[in-house]
C-alpha cells in the first residue's frame, strides 16, 4: 500500500480525491495547507505528494522548496494537480521539473479521477 500525501485546499475536492486513492488501495492523508503538509511528511515518509498549487498562506511552490530543502525527501515523486495551467510555468519548466523534481503536471480541468489515479500509480504503485 503506497503512502500518499494529498495537499489539497479544498475540502470537498480533498474528500473526492482521498477515497479515490483509498478505492484504488493507497493509504492518503490528506492537508489543507503546506505547514500542515510538512508536518505530515515528517511524521511518515510518503512515497508520493500530490498537489495543489494554490494554497492558503504558503503556495504550492514555497512548499516544494521547502520540502526538497530536507535530503530525505529529495526523491520522493511529485504530481502537480492544480487549477493552474502549465502555461503559466512555461518560462520555469526547468524550475519545476528540475530543481523542484516534479515528476508531472496535471491540470485539473482536463484530468478526471481515472487518470489521477492511474498517474499515482505511475509513481506509487500499489503492493499486491
Known sequence: MAQI???????????IYYQALQRAGHD????A?????ILAADKTKPDLVVLELQLVN????????????YPDW?????IIHTHVPSSEFAGARNLLMGELGVSKYLYK????????ISVAAEFAPVSQ
Open 58 to 69: 504558503h503556495s504550492g511552490i514555497e512548499f516544494l522548496y521547502e520540502f526538497r530543502s
Open 5 to 15: 500525501l494529498l495537499v489539497e485546499p479544498d475540502r470537498v475536492s480533498a474528500e
Open 28 to 31: 492518503a492523508m490528506v492537508c
Open 109 to 116: 480541468p482536463q484530468t478526471n479521477l481515472q487518470k489521477l
Open 74 to 78: 529529495q526523491a520522493i515523486p511529485v
Open 33 to 37: 495547507s503546506a505547514q500542515a503538509a
